[in-house]
């Protein structure tokens, strides 16, 4: 038994080394992302142009919120209390399928509400596109994980393992809260 915790806690290690490798290397994504639009809208004299579509601070609100259901059901979890960890789990989820959602309306606002188009002539547009685009498909995985995370609560899981499961989920979702903040914050600064 003493060998199985030690495995699991070297295993734990390197699965954590990797959450954080994957969260550098998508940071750096969104880094070179940022850096080209400025580069291409400073160079060529293209501003976005276009008033950020109301729905994307709608989407900011839910993102925001699902950080705190997880941190909520973080704390039930370290409290050893799972029909209220699994309560905000549950919470958490639907609040990213929300947020999902919203993010897609945001896409229909800027398509048939406001014209603006991933190939419009003006390219720095697309940049929005690209932006939220790569966000959701974060989003996605990081809903499968939370999932993932939900699904162990119903099985008999060590609290070690719980917790730690608690733990790569919310690195991983709080870090696109963290980024979807700087990335909306960014657009609404570069809408002229």
Known sequence: MA??????????G?????MWIFILTSMLLFAGFSS??????????HGLDV????AFMYSTMVIITSSLTLFLAS???KQSQPEKQRLFLWLTFFLGI?????QIYAWYVLAYKMDVHFTDPNASRAFIYVFSGM????????LLVLLNTIISTYRNTTQ??????????SIFWHFLDIIWIYLYVFLLLNQY
């Open 3 to 12: 060998q199985s915790q030690q495995e699991d806690r070297i295993n734990y």
């Open 160 to 169: 070690a393992r719980n917790l730690f499961k608690m733990e790569m989920t």
């Open 75 to 77: 704390r039930a979890a």
């Open 135 to 142: 966000h959701l498909l974060h989003v996605i995985a990081a």
């Open 51 to 54: 008033i950020m579509p109301r």
């Open 36 to 45: 080209a639009f400025i580069v291409y809208s400073g160079g060529k004299g």
């Open 98 to 102: 929300a947020f999902f959602a919203v």
């Open 14 to 18: 390197a699965k954590k080394f990797s």
